[in-house]
């Protein structure tokens, strides 16, 4: 069973930026697909980025494109979302998540294995 513990979040204001990382234990990590979400108050978990095992494939959410990337460190069983130019509109709590399956080029808010606890995220206006 995998572990996923995400860590970075804080309260930052209009602008800034922030680094969110999930650290992976207890599984295989590399050969699967990983995915930021996040879930607003009263709102639905959403998509907000993925990649792929190897890092060839990345895809994000229209609201957060050219302002957020994922990456991934295999070695270090890590996964990152950068985030910059932060707006209030990002204020959520944001889970990674794992694939069920190895080797897709995407995880979704339905084919994710295994759930982070969040890490809150809070933009300031």
């Known amino acids: 069973q995998v572990q996923l513990v995400e860590s970075g979040g804080g309260l930052v204001e209009t602008g800034d930026s922030l680094r969110l990382s999930c650290a992976a234990s207890?599984?295989?990590?590399?050969?699967?697909?990983m995915g930021w979400f996040r879930q607003a108050p009263g709102k639905e978990r959403e998509f907000v980025a993925s990649?792929?095992?190897?890092?060839?494939?990345?895809f994000y959410a229209d609201s957060v494109k050219g302002r957020f990337t994922i990456s991934r460190d295999n070695a270090e069983k890590t996964v990152y979302l950068q985030m910059n130019s932060l707006k209030p509109e990002d204020t959520a709590v944001y889970y990674c998540?794992?694939?069920?399956?190895?080797?897709?080029?995407?995880?979704?808010?339905?084919?994710?294995?295994?759930w982070g606890q969040g890490t809150q995220v809070t933009v300031s206006s």
């Open positions: 207890g599984g295989t990590f590399s050969t699967y697909a």
């Open positions: 998540g794992i694939d069920q399956r190895p080797w897709n080029l995407r995880v979704t808010r339905q084919s994710v294995g295994y």
């Open positions: 990649i792929n095992w190897r890092a060839t494939h990345t």
